[in-house]
């Protein structure tokens, strides 16, 4: 591994680079992106039972919102539920969006690793044939050790570019449906939130 790390040449060590915090982000995301933290099943059905039992105070109000994302919301309507249906359903569209923008983090810097590592290869791959053409310029084709180098460099580059790029883009795009499913969900339960704190309809258990 060592040996195709110094034959890959100095590009290789931004390409490495890329593939930890690539790795990195991935862990980080699976750890954040699930449904049990981010909305869980039965989140709407207790904080309910807090709410018609008046049991809601600072103190609950501070562990709903600390609990999960989906909690960062509810704690915003319950919040602003004095002030009418309207007011509570927009204080808590400004909690999604808050909560949205932070299941996106580091989902960006993800796809540009995906873009740039192939390119990083791609750049390997010219500064190594740019070495072969310039010893086949100054020595001819006898220098075989030289033009070996050179090739190779070329090909690892690329090589581990492409390595990097292609796991990335799928955890990229794993991680943006992800994201969009758990919006869909924190939406509709809100929607019900909101229409059970005014009466309009009844709880009903979560599938």
């Known amino acids: 591994m060592l ?18 915090i690539a790795a990195a982000i991935c862990v980080e995301r699976i750890w954040t992106l699930q449904i049990t ?15 018609k039992k008046s049991e809601i105070d600072p103190q609950k109000l501070r562990d ?5 994302p989906l909690g960062q919301i509810f704690a915003a309507g319950i919040g602003n539920a004095r002030h009418g249906r309207e007011i509570m359903k927009e204080s808590m569209e400004e909690a999604a969006d808050a909560v949205m923008h932070e299941l996106e983090r580091y989902l960006t810097p993800l796809g540009t690793i995906a873009s740039i590592s192939p390119l ?8 190594g044939m740019i070495k072969v053409f310039t010893v086949l310029m100054l020595e001819g084709a006898g220098n075989a050790n030289v ?10 580059t690329t090589a581990a570019g492409l390595g990097i790029a292609i796991p990335a883009l799928m955890f990229h795009r794993y991680f943006v449906r992800r994201v969009d499913d758990l919006v869909v969900t924190m939406e509709q339960e809100s929607s019900k939130f909101v229409e059970i704190m005014h009466g309009e309809r009844e709880l009903e258990p979560r599938q």
């Open 3 to 20: 040996e195709m790390v110094q034959a890959g040449g100095w590009l290789m060590v931004p390409i490495l680079l890329c593939s930890v």
């Open 37 to 51: 933290r981010v909305a869980p099943r039965n989140l709407l059905a207790q904080v309910w039972a807090q709410v």
């Open 64 to 68: 709903i919102r600390s609990a999960s």
């Open 120 to 127: 990083l290869g791609l750049l390997g791959t010219v500064v």
């Open 147 to 156: 033009l070996a180098g050179g090739i190779s460099q070329a090909l690892i």
